[in-house]
Every structure is written in C-alpha cells, then in structure tokens.
C-alpha cells in the first residue's frame, strides 16, 4: 500500500454498521433537519399521547 491509501484507511474508520463515520457526518449535513423520518415518528408519538389523554382508542 502506498502512503496515501495509508492515510485515508487511517482516517476513515467503519463505524458498529460498517459505514466510514467520518463520512456519515457528511452525508449528515447534505440531508435537510428534521428529516421526514424524524417528524413522523414525533407525529405519531404526539397522536398516542393525545390519544391517552383523551381516553381514545391508541
């Protein structure tokens, strides 16, 4: 190997899922916040609660 794949193997370290962290921290700030995701998980937890505090059905 040559001293530059040296260098980015060593800067580039798989994460538990086996993707580069470095690199998703990258990508992270390319997606828009909040994420779809994230706002229909919260939606979905605000629907239940209100559910709950009405004594509907969940």
Do not use: F, K, N
């Not at 962290?21 to 937890?45: D, H, I, K």
């Amino acid at each position: 190997m040559t001293a530059h794949e040296w260098r980015i193997l060593g800067v580039h370290l798989r994460g538990l899922d086996g993707i580069c962290t470095g690199c998703r921290a990258w990508w992270g700030r390319l997606t828009p916040y909040p994420c779809w995701q994230v706002e229909w998980a919260t939606s979905r937890q605000a629907r239940r609660l209100t559910a709950t505090v009405l004594g509907g059905p969940r």
